[in-house]
Each structure stands twice: as C-alpha cells, then as structure tokens.
Nanobody, 123 residues
Framework: QVQLVESGGGLVQAGGSLRLSCAAS????????MGWYRQAPGKQRELVAA???????NYTDSVKGRFTISRDNAKTTVYLQMNSLKPEDTAVYYC?????????????????WGQGTLVTVSS
C-alpha cells in the first residue's frame, strides 16, 4: 500500500520551532512534486510550501523567510522546518505527493495525502 506518514507536530510557544517529516512508503516508481498544506479551523486548506523532484521550492508569502522545505530522495521523505512560529501558523498540516506507481504493467500517476499533523502555536 502506497502511503504518506507524517510526524513532528505538537505544541510550541510563539517564536519557537518545529520540524515536520513526511515519509512515503510502498511500491513507488517515481516521487515527483511534494508539498505541505495546512488547514486552520474555519478556513480552506492552503499550500504552504512545495518542492519539485529537482529541488526547486515555492512558499506562500506568509511563511517566506521562516519555513524551509527540503527532501531526501533516498529516504523518500520531505521535511518542513518551521522557525519563528506565530499563533496564526496554528493548523493541521498535511503532506502531499505526486507519485508514479507500477500497476498492471504500466505506470500510473497518483496523488497522495498524509493523515495530517496538528501544529499549535501559543501566544
């Protein structure tokens, strides 16, 4: 079974740091773009940061200079280092990955989501 498993959420005071990890497992032929989304209570899910297979990154404006996305292709893992956290960063964070998997003698594209990990920043 192909899946994403997240870890690293928790409670932190404003100004603190957390590091989220997301590991892909299962029969994956290729791991393409990966990213982190978040959803705060009463709000829509938004893209926080994304990284291509070649290492190009993209961030939403509100986290630029504070968050860093990275990936370890050998470990099929993506990370989100979050520094200088603010109360408005409080949300459930979801990992996302675009993968190609072998199926029926072909390769199929598949979008995966993690189960979500809660980040709470207290003021």
């Amino acid at each position: 079974q192909v899946q994403l498993v997240e870890s690293g959420g928790g409670l932190v005071q404003a100004g603190g740091s957390l590091r989220l990890s997301c590991a892909a497992s299962g029969r994956i032929f290729r791991l393409n773009d990966m990213g982190w989304y978040r959803q705060a209570p009463g709000k829509q899910r938004e893209l926080v940061a994304a990284i291509t297979s070649g290492g190009n990154t993209n961030y939403t404006d509100s986290v630029k200079g504070r968050f860093t996305i990275s990936r370890d292709n050998a470990k099929t893992t993506v990370y989100l280092q979050m520094n200088s956290l603010k109360p408005e960063d409080t949300a459930v964070y979801y990992c996302n990955a675009q993968v190609m998997i072998p199926r029926n003698f072909r390769y199929e594209s598949l979008e995966l989501w993690g189960q979500g990990t809660l980040v709470t920043v207290s003021s």
